[in-house]
């Protein structure tokens, strides 16, 4: 309970009206309160504002520019009490499908821009707030409004588009303003999208969108303009139960509050303290708030430099420098341009929007990106404090957090005085990330030179690392009197080489990277600095022997200078349009808008956590191991038992029936196999006391050996999970024998989190009676959940009713996890016999569930000189984790299909799972399929570069041409495959841009281009009968209303949509009759987990056939009357005593696999596709920009071409993330340090290819589905593998140049990192090389 002598937070929420809240609690975060105290679905997906699937616009009056500021903010990291005398606008302030839409939410729902939903929101705020600041936003200002956002499902082209359309104009829809959409009633079908023509490349229609209209737009709040235009001055406090708020209404107060409370930190923006306290446990009683204090927002400038306040947020401070670049000089403003330029990049517009200069400054992280420049451009800080103010220098001895030369406990930071730049003097900044955009600095670099007036004689160098230390890193090496020359970068790099000594234990790792980039980025400044002398020797007459040099070879280095920029991306998506012949009224094959689109849009879709909560609800949290394999000695909860709110501690004890498998436990015995295993849950009033409680759980281990990390140490410990799968073909000894040549190589292939929007949750609910439980649960398999509470409980499976309504993504880490979760919460529930609501943080569901497989592959091919492949043996290990899951079931996938589009007559597969002391690995889209194949493709490469060919020359050559049996002896025909082959290669002008990547590489050094082209052969479906097979139950209700269920879930792609649209095409009425409420284990029982790219080939099918029993009931009536109307059909069937209810039944594929035999039919069908990438690498960095993406998949007759291009679109994106930018990073102890998007990439808006083509093949036929549709779910994910192979060709072109060996070991992801060692020169060859033997390093690789 806290005290309510307190100020009210006077806060106007635009929706939906003023409020005026009292009571907060400063540790309440605006997330927090938006979902607690107003149940509003503003969502919850990392809580560290890294993904902006929680984005806000927050209001406030501007006191540098003078105006109102619209500016988008991440909730979870924006304290409440820091929004006093602010608006805020949610989704749902904007419109909504009751009231009225917002253009932005019709926009993106409407070009198909959704899929899962789940961040549809934050994605709708940021556009929505770009609009309210720039009506007619350009390109750039677009981009980076989306730039702050990650996900994994899809960012795709449609959404890029529905940015794009408000850069254009667009004409009325006859709907505006009314929430209706084409859906209702059948206006769909006379779609302008249908026509004619066979091809069609429009999947929505831009003339139906509402115009923005600015002025219809919400007002700021007359009476907060009142209160900004009359600053109230007295402090105002806030009091929580463990925290204090004091926001001071002037600097005096300010400053005798910091003299009273020296240890209370200012809070601003929260981006750093925020993070601190949720992830290091640090704790601030008092925080004091300077945000009313106008002497702090104030820019000043004097003929010496500018002056910025320290409580200027980022973005301002962007704005204010972006406005004197263009007015000032340019020589003046070096500094400033260096610092505009990583304020583009540094984070994502809501952390700009929020994190204060001051904030920044004082943070001193060693990755920061504005220090370094502040540090080399010579800023000072001015400090004030009861005392007085004085200045201190922004040097070396600050940023290392030096007492002497730090502020003094009751001191704080007024402002920062940033100097012009003089002539003569030049201010570069660098940095390389993991990925362009939203993304913190693997290594930053700022550089200053001062030449002596005249001459290119150096009269000081300063140069500043951030990345690279605990702190911002200082070099002293400042080069006076040297000639701007090759033997001066020489010297200065062995200089910086020995100052900057990064040892090999370093925490972040990738420290001979990081050494690379330090000189990297001096060659970089060197050349700058050349071409800048150039410019300035026409005006002076300058004795420069260095300038000879540099017109002797710049050309073709001046490709160094020039960063990738940030483009929108752009594209054309083809497919085939539905026969003219169709009634209009059939939706089947036209581009259907995903059912819950609008409500995405609108934050309408009510996600499992958004349901509110449920009377006497608990709160559990789970409590993991720490230890990698340890015997667990005790569990002391006592400490935790005596917080307030916290009721109880769920352990093994406590589990009523069974505690999961004997080698999986679902709650620890005795024993720990993995960091991250669960232990015990507490459960609590709320989120927050079972948080701590959990801090004050101690258990004692004894750890145990061996701790197996690595697939290499698991091998030497013979560690499996289960048997070697083994396949064979022809006799390869004897080919090995016979061939031309013979390569053999490594394939290192790492893991990926699934990296849903959603984390994983759940909400048990138990009943009064009869042991029945409901549960509401983000999962892909909701009767694995309800099968496991029923061993769980020991109650029969009956009692148990699993609900789901939509699930925000899942990619296969919701098959088997959601089950463990469901039954731990349900002991917690039958325990406490009250509902539990688990909801994993985002770092305890990054840690706890595991992902894909990381693989290791050798492979030992033997070939022709003509390039013909005669014998390929490969052998394969995953590294499975602790448990066996589905690692026996990923390898027999992996293995079944390694030969992807090829024929080799002698092969051998094989491959093994090994157990090792990490997380369980799991199902993941392509079930091995995407590691697998790169094994593959990887050799196909090696042989390329052994024969001297192109590899799309091989490719081509060693591809199924005719009908052919499989290794497993499955039959199938690849005339489609070729098409898709041929397709692509044409409509990616695939050999005339193969000649136009070499001619740039001649011309560029530092730059390189790379193209690929990759075909593919991917299965659908499992490998067993019993999951072929679905079920459906439509009733028609007396209004004519139809409820269809089916046992398929919507995890985004769509499944609902097409399940609609089965039943609209079989019961010839429109969609708008009808309805999916939810999947639920009452509906439709024994279901199969959506997963395998089949859930709407077999449940289409049920629904299909469900449909058809109904018709066929209703048929008599139809003939009886056949001018009726469908009411009226129904009506006479309820009067005559006609079942108006229907299941539906499919059973589907025999699939069959003889594992000693090596034969079988596993799958009932193949996807084919190819894809053509072109990327561009930066050879000194190892960043690379993606130019263009051309697929041509084979959808056989698309259900919905929006939904199926989506679906390849978003698979695409998620597999180039997998192989260039996601990377696992282990402690040598077993601990997984990425928790985060901080620490995990996972793709943005900004790494979509600038040009990305998708076609589907003009329609093929498949007997064996629905409607000859295909299954699109996963394929396109390997698909992405063609970026990995561009970046691959663009590497081999800088190692044929530079005459280093073609073989160099395959490493996925293709990491900045990877590419930049691997193009070595005379940089890499200059860092100094650590002895393995020497050091522990930071992380282990554990494929
Ligand atoms: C998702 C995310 C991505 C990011 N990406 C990047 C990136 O790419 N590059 C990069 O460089 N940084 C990045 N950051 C860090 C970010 O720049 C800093 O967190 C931010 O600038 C801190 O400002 P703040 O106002 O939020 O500070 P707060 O969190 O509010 O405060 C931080 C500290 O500064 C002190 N402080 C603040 N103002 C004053 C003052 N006037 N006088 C004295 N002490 C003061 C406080 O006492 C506190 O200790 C990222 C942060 C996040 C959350
Ligand atoms: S939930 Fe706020 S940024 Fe991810």
Same mark, same amino acid.
């Given at each position: 309970?806290?005290?309510?002598?307190?100020?009210?937070?006077?806060?106007?929420?635009?929706?939906?009206? +003023?409020?005026?809240?009292?009571?907060?609690?400063?540790?309440?975060?605006?997330?927090?309160?938006?979902?607690?105290?107003?149940?509003?679905?503003?969502?919850?997906?990392?809580?560290?504002?890294?993904?902006?699937?929680?984005?806000?616009?927050?209001?406030?009056?501007?006191?540098?520019?003078?105006?109102?500021?619209?500016?988008?903010?991440?909730?979870?990291?924006?304290?409440?009490?820091?929004?006093?005398?602010?608006?805020?606008?949610?989704?749902?302030?904007?419109? $909504?499908?009751?009231?009225?839409?917002?253009?932005v939410?019709?926009r993106i729902a409407?070009s198909h821009g959704t899929q899962?939903?789940?961040c549809t929101?934050?994605m709708v705020?940021s556009m929505?707030?770009?609009?309210?600041?720039?009506?007619?936003?350009?390109?750039?200002?677009l981009?980076?409004?989306l730039?702050?956002k990650?996900d994994?499902e899809k960012v795709h082209h449609p959404r890029g588009q529905m940015g794009t359309v408000?850069?254009?104009?667009?004409?009325?829809?006859?709907?505006?303003?009314?929430?209706?959409?084409?859906?209702?009633?059948?206006?769909?079908?006379?779609?302008?999208?249908?026509?004619?023509?066979?091809?069609?490349?429009?999947l %929505?229609?831009?003339?139906?969108? +509402?115009?923005?209209?600015?002025?219809?737009?919400?007002?700021?709040?007359?009476?907060?303009?009142?209160?900004?235009?009359?600053?109230?001055?007295?402090?105002?406090?806030?009091?929580?139960?463990?925290?204090?708020?004091?926001?001071?209404?002037?600097?005096?107060?300010?400053?005798?509050?910091?003299?009273?409370?020296?240890?209370?930190?200012?809070?601003?923006?929260?981006?750093?303290?925020?993070?601190?306290?949720?992830?290091?446990?640090?704790?601030?009683?008092?925080?004091?708030?300077?945000?009313?204090?106008?002497?702090?927002?104030?820019?000043?400038?004097?003929?010496?430099?500018?002056?910025?306040?320290?409580?200027?947020?980022?973005?301002?401070?962007?704005?204010?420098?972006?406005?004197?670049?263009?007015?000032?000089?340019?020589?003046? /403003?070096?500094?400033?341009?260096?610092? =505009?330029?990583?304020?583009?990049? *540094?984070?994502?517009?809501?952390?700009?929007?929020?994190?204060?200069?001051?904030?920044?400054?004082?943070?001193?992280?060693?990755?920061?990106?504005?220090?370094?420049?502040?540090?080399?451009?010579?800023?000072?800080?001015?400090? /004030?404090?009861?005392?007085?103010?004085?200045?201190?220098?922004?040097?070396?001895?600050?940023?290392?957090?030096?007492?002497?030369?730090?502020?003094?406990?009751?001191?704080?930071?007024?402002?920062?005085?940033?100097?012009?730049?003089?002539?003569?003097?030049?201010?570069?900044?660098?940095?390389?990330?993991?990925?362009?955009?939203?993304?913190?600095?693997?290594?930053?670099?700022?550089?200053?030179?001062?030449?002596?007036?005249?001459?290119?004689?150096?009269?000081?160098?300063?140069?500043?690392?951030?990345?690279?230390?605990?702190?911002?890193?200082?070099?002293?090496?400042?080069?006076?009197?040297?000639?701007?020359?090759?033997?001066?970068?020489?010297?200065?790099?062995?200089?910086?080489?020995?100052?900057?000594?990064?040892?090999?234990?370093?925490?972040?790792?990738?420290?001979?990277?990081?050494?690379?980039?330090?000189?990297?980025? =001096?060659?970089?400044?060197?050349?700058?600095?050349?071409?800048?002398?150039?410019?300035?020797?026409?005006?002076?007459?300058?004795?420069?022997?260095?300038?000879?040099?540099?017109?002797? %070879?710049?050309?073709?280095?001046?490709?160094?200078?020039?960063?990738?920029?940030?483009?929108i991306p752009?594209g054309?998506?083809?497919?085939?349009?539905?026969?003219?012949?169709?009634?209009?009224?059939?939706?089947?094959?036209?581009?259907?808008?995903?059912?819950?689109g609008?409500?995405h849009a609108?934050?309408?879709?009510?996600?499992?956590?958004?349901?509110?909560?449920?009377?006497?609800?608990?709160?559990?949290?789970?409590?993991?191991?720490?230890?990698?394999?340890?015997?667990?000695?005790?569990?002391?909860?006592?400490?935790?038992?005596?917080?307030?709110?916290?009721?109880?501690?769920?352990?093994?004890?406590?589990?009523?029936?069974?505690?999961?498998?004997?080698?999986?436990?679902?709650?620890?015995?005795?024993?720990?196999?993995?960091?991250?295993?669960?232990?015990?849950?507490?459960?609590?009033?709320?989120?927050?006391?079972?948080?701590?409680?959990?801090?004050?759980?101690?258990?004692?281990?004894?750890?145990?050996?061996?701790?197996?990390?690595?697939?290499? #140490?698991?091998?030497?410990?013979?560690?499996? *999970?289960?048997?070697?799968?083994?396949?064979?073909?022809?006799?390869?000894?004897?080919?090995?024998?016979?061939?031309?040549?013979?390569?053999?190589?490594?394939?290192?292939?790492?893991?990926?989190?699934?990296?849903?929007?959603?984390?994983?949750?759940?909400?048990?609910?138990?009943?009064?009676? #009869?042991?029945?439980?409901?549960?509401?649960?983000?999962?892909?398999?909701?009767?694995?959940? +309800?099968?496991?509470?029923?061993? /769980?409980?020991?109650?029969?499976?009956?009692?148990?009713?699993?609900?789901?309504?939509?699930?925000?993504?899942?990619?296969?880490?919701?098959?088997?996890?959601?089950?463990?979760?469901?039954?731990?919460?349900?002991?917690?529930?039958?325990?406490?016999?009250?509902?539990?609501?688990?909801?994993?943080?985002?770092?305890?569901?990054?840690?706890?569930?595991?992902?894909?497989?990381?693989? %290791?592959?050798?492979?030992?091919?033997? %070939?022709?000189?003509?390039?013909?492949?005669?014998?390929?043996?490969?052998?394969?290990?995953?590294?499975?984790?602790?448990?066996?899951?589905?690692?026996?079931?990923?390898?027999?996938?992996?293995?079944?299909?390694?030969?992807?589009?090829?024929?080799?007559?002698?092969?051998?597969?094989?491959?093994?799972?090994?157990?090792?002391?990490?997380?369980?690995?799991?199902?993941?889209?392509?079930?091995?399929?995407?590691?697998?194949?790169?094994?593959?493709?990887?050799?196909?490469?090696?042989?390329?570069?052994?024969?001297?060919?192109?590899?799309?020359?091989?490719?081509?050559?060693?591809?199924?041409?005719?009908?052919?049996?499989?290794?497993?002896?499955?039959?199938?025909?690849?005339?489609?495959?070729?098409?898709?082959?041929?397709?692509?290669? #044409?409509?990616?002008?695939?050999?005339?841009?193969?000649?136009?990547?070499?001619?740039?590489?001649?011309?560029?050094?530092?730059?390189?281009?790379?193209?690929?082209?990759?075909?593919?052969?991917?299965?659908?479906?499992?490998?067993?009968?019993?999951?072929?097979?679905?079920?459906?139950?439509?009733?028609?209700?007396? #209004?004519?209303?139809?409820?269809?269920?089916?046992?398929?879930?919507?995890?985004?792609?769509?499944?609902?949509?097409?399940?609609?649209?089965?039943?609209?095409?079989?019961?010839?009425?429109?969609?708008?009759?009808?309805?999916?409420?939810?999947?639920?284990?009452?509906?439709?029982?024994?279901?199969?987990?959506?997963?395998?790219?089949?859930?709407?080939?077999?449940?289409?099918?049920?629904?299909?056939?469900?449909?058809?029993?109904?018709?066929?009931?209703?048929?008599?009536?139809?003939?009886?009357?056949?001018?009726?109307?469908?009411?009226?059909?129904?009506?006479?069937?309820?009067?005559?005593?006609?079942?108006? $209810?229907?299941?539906?039944?499919?059973?589907?594929?025999?699939?069959?696999?003889?594992?000693?035999?090596?034969?079988?039919?596993?799958?009932?069908?193949?996807?084919?596709?190819?894809?053509?990438?072109?990327?561009?690498?930066?050879?000194?960095?190892?960043?690379?920009?993606?130019?263009?993406?051309?697929?041509?998949?084979?959808?056989?007759?698309?259900?919905?071409?929006?939904?199926?291009?989506g +679906?390849?679109e978003g698979?695409?994106i998620?597999?180039?993330?997998?192989?260039?930018?996601?990377?696992?990073?282990?402690?040598?102890?077993?601990?997984?340090?990425?928790?985060?998007?901080?620490?995990?990439?996972?793709?943005t808006i900004?790494?979509v290819?600038?040009?990305f083509?998708?076609?589907?093949?003009?329609?093929?036929?498949?007997?064996?589905?629905?409607?000859?549709?295909?299954?699109?779910?996963?394929?396109?994910?390997?698909?992405?593998?063609?970026?990995?192979?561009?970046?691959?060709?663009?590497?081999?072109?800088?190692?044929?140049?530079?005459?280093?060996?073609?073989?160099?070991?395959?490493?996925?992801?293709?990491?900045?990192?990877?590419?930049?060692?691997?193009?070595?020169?005379?940089?890499?060859?200059?860092?100094?090389?650590?002895?393995?033997?020497?050091?522990?390093?930071?992380?282990?690789?554990?494929?």
């Amino acid at each position: 309970p806290w005290v309510m002598d307190t100020s009210p937070v006077i806060i106007s929420l635009l929706f939906p009206t +003023q409020v005026i809240e009292k009571n907060v609690d400063p540790e309440w975060t605006l997330l927090t309160f938006l979902r607690k105290n107003w149940t509003l679905f503003t969502k919850y997906a990392c809580g560290r504002g890294g993904c902006g699937a929680c984005t806000v616009m927050v209001s406030k009056n501007d006191p540098v520019f003078k105006k109102i500021r619209h500016f988008s903010v991440t909730a979870c990291l924006v304290p409440i009490c820091s929004l006093y005398g602010a608006a805020v606008t949610t989704v749902e302030g904007i419109g $909504s499908i009751k009231t009225r839409l917002h253009p932005v939410q019709e926009r993106i729902a409407k070009s198909h821009g959704t899929q899962c939903g789940f961040c549809t929101p934050g994605m709708v705020m940021s556009m929505y707030t770009l609009l309210r600041n720039h009506p007619q936003p350009s390109e750039e200002q677009l981009m980076e409004a989306l730039g702050g956002k990650s996900d994994t499902e899809k960012v795709h082209h449609p959404r890029g588009q529905m940015g794009t359309v408000f850069l254009a104009e667009s004409s009325g829809c006859q709907q505006k303003g009314t929430g209706k959409c084409c859906l209702d009633r059948g206006e769909n079908a006379s779609s302008p999208l249908g026509g004619k023509n066979d091809i069609c490349t429009k999947l %929505f229609a831009k003339e139906e969108f +509402q115009p923005l209209d600015p002025t219809q737009e919400l007002v700021f709040p007359p009476e907060l303009l009142r209160m900004a235009e009359n600053p109230e001055k007295r402090t105002l406090t806030f009091y929580g139960e463990r925290v204090t708020w004091i926001s001071p209404g002037t600097l005096k107060d300010l400053l005798e509050l910091k003299v009273k409370h020296p240890e209370a930190p200012l809070i601003l923006g929260n981006t750093s303290l925020g993070p601190a306290m949720k992830s290091e446990g640090r704790f601030h009683p008092i925080l004091l708030s300077p945000a009313r204090i106008s002497e702090l927002t104030r820019v000043t400038e004097t003929s010496e430099g500018l002056t910025i306040g320290a409580g200027c947020s980022l973005a301002q401070m962007k704005d204010v420098l972006a406005e004197r670049i263009s007015k000032l000089p340019e020589e003046k /403003t070096q500094t400033y341009r260096a610092l =505009l330029k990583h304020l583009k990049s *540094l984070a994502g517009p809501q952390i700009r929007n929020m994190a204060s200069l001051g904030g920044h400054i004082i943070s001193r992280h060693s990755y920061s990106d504005l220090n370094p420049i502040l540090a080399v451009g010579s800023a000072t800080l001015n400090l /004030t404090s009861a005392e007085g103010t004085r200045q201190i220098p922004l040097n070396e001895y600050f940023l290392a957090g030096l007492a002497s030369a730090d502020l003094k406990p009751e001191e704080i930071l007024e402002s920062v005085h940033i100097p012009h730049s003089r002539k003569w003097e030049f201010v570069s900044a660098f940095r390389q990330a993991q990925c362009q955009q939203n993304a913190l600095p693997h290594v930053n670099a700022s550089m200053r030179v001062l030449f002596k007036e005249g001459t290119d004689s150096v009269e000081h160098l300063s140069i500043a690392y951030g990345g690279v230390g605990a702190a911002t890193v200082i070099p002293s090496c400042s080069c006076p009197a040297r000639r701007w020359d090759e033997l001066m970068l020489d010297e200065a790099c062995r200089l910086l080489l020995d100052e900057v000594s990064l040892p090999g234990s370093a925490p972040g790792g990738r420290v001979e990277f990081k050494r690379t980039l330090v000189v990297s980025f =001096l060659f970089k400044f060197y050349l700058e600095v050349l071409q800048e002398l150039k410019k300035l020797v026409k005006l002076v007459s300058v004795p420069v022997s260095a300038l000879i040099y540099y017109y002797s %070879f710049l050309d073709r280095f001046l490709s160094a200078l020039e960063d990738f920029p940030v483009a929108i991306p752009q594209g054309v998506q083809t497919y085939q349009s539905v026969d003219p012949h169709q009634p209009p009224r059939d939706p089947v094959g036209r581009p259907i808008m995903h059912l819950s689109g609008l409500k995405h849009a609108t934050g309408e879709a009510i996600f499992c956590d958004d349901i509110p909560v449920v009377d006497k609800e608990l709160f559990m949290v789970l409590v993991t191991s720490s230890r990698a394999h340890a015997k667990i000695i005790s569990i002391d909860f006592s400490e935790a038992l005596k917080l307030p709110g916290v009721l109880d501690v769920v352990t093994a004890e406590d589990v009523p029936g069974t505690n999961g498998a004997e080698d999986d436990k679902l709650l620890a015995v005795d024993e720990v196999l993995c960091v991250g295993q669960v232990i015990c849950a507490v459960v609590a009033e709320t989120d927050v006391q079972a948080k701590r409680a959990v801090e004050m759980i101690k258990i004692t281990y004894e750890d145990l050996e061996p701790a197996i990390f690595t697939i290499q #140490d698991a091998v030497k410990h013979n560690s499996f *999970l289960c048997p070697e799968k083994k396949l064979e073909q022809g006799n390869i000894e004897e080919a090995f024998e016979k061939v031309d040549q013979i390569v053999e190589g490594e394939v290192h292939v790492g893991g990926q989190e699934h990296f849903y929007m959603e984390t994983q949750r759940v909400l048990v609910i138990p009943k009064t009676e #009869d042991k029945e439980l409901d549960i509401f649960v983000s999962t892909q398999d909701p009767a694995h959940v +309800q099968k496991t509470v029923s061993s /769980t409980l020991n109650i029969p499976i009956n009692r148990i009713t699993c609900h789901v309504k939509r699930v925000g993504g899942g990619f296969g880490g919701k098959v088997g996890r959601p089950a463990a979760l469901g039954a731990i919460a349900a002991v917690g529930a039958i325990k406490t016999g009250r509902p539990i609501r688990l909801v994993l943080d985002r770092e305890d569901d990054m840690l706890i569930t595991g992902g894909r497989h990381p693989l %290791f592959g050798k492979y030992k091919v033997g %070939f022709m000189n003509s390039g013909r492949i005669k014998a390929l043996d490969i052998e394969c290990y995953i590294n499975g984790g602790c448990t066996l899951d589905d690692s026996e079931l990923v390898t027999e996938f992996l293995i079944l299909k390694l030969e992807n589009a090829y024929k080799i007559r002698n092969l051998r597969f094989r491959g093994r799972a090994c157990m090792t002391n990490l997380p369980s690995n799991t199902a993941f889209r392509g079930f091995g399929f995407p590691q697998g194949t790169l094994v593959t493709e990887s050799c196909i490469t090696a042989v390329a570069a052994k024969c001297g060919l192109l590899p799309e020359k091989i490719r081509e050559k060693n591809m199924y041409k005719t009908v052919d049996k499989t290794i497993y002896k499955q039959a199938f025909s690849p005339e489609t495959l070729i098409r898709c082959w041929n397709e692509c290669l #044409d409509k990616s002008s695939f050999h005339s841009r193969r000649i136009q990547v070499e001619e740039f590489n001649k011309k560029n050094y530092w730059k390189k281009k790379g193209i690929s082209i990759i075909p593919m052969k991917f299965s659908v479906g499992f490998a067993a009968t019993s999951y072929h097979q679905a079920a459906a139950l439509v009733h028609i209700y007396t #209004d004519g209303s139809v409820l269809v269920t089916h046992g398929g879930n919507e995890l985004g792609q769509g499944i609902h949509t097409k399940m609609l649209q089965v039943a609209s095409r079989e019961l010839k009425i429109p969609m708008s009759y009808m309805h999916i409420c939810e999947t639920s284990t009452a509906t439709v029982p024994n279901t199969i987990a959506t997963a395998a790219s089949i859930g709407a080939d077999v449940n289409g099918r049920a629904v299909q056939n469900a449909c058809q029993i109904l018709l066929k009931r209703l048929e008599p009536i139809i003939k009886k009357n056949p001018e009726g109307t469908w009411e009226d059909w129904i009506e006479a069937a309820f009067e005559q005593r006609i079942s108006l $209810s229907a299941t539906g039944y499919f059973r589907g594929y025999k699939a069959f696999m003889d594992w000693d035999r090596g034969e079988g039919d596993p799958f009932p069908y193949y996807v084919y596709g190819a894809a053509c990438s072109e990327v561009e690498i930066d050879c000194l960095t190892g960043a690379h920009k993606k130019i263009r993406t051309d697929i041509v998949m084979d959808a056989c007759c698309s259900l919905n071409p929006a939904i199926d291009i989506g +679906q390849i679109e978003g698979s695409f994106i998620q597999g180039m993330g997998l192989y260039t930018t996601e990377e696992l990073k282990y402690s040598p102890e077993g601990v997984l340090y990425s928790r985060s998007p901080d620490e995990y990439k996972i793709p943005t808006i900004t790494d979509v290819p600038e040009e990305f083509n998708v076609s589907l093949l003009p329609s093929s036929q498949t007997p064996l589905t629905i409607y000859s549709s295909k299954g699109l779910g996963e394929s396109g994910m390997f698909l992405g593998s063609s970026v990995f192979f561009a970046i691959a060709d663009a590497v081999a072109a800088v190692r044929t140049e530079r005459d280093i060996a073609e073989n160099f070991i395959v490493q996925s992801p293709a990491t900045p990192e990877w590419v930049r060692m691997a193009c070595a020169d005379r940089f890499t060859d200059m860092i100094p090389r650590d002895d393995p033997k020497t050091f522990k390093p930071w992380s282990i690789p554990i494929a």
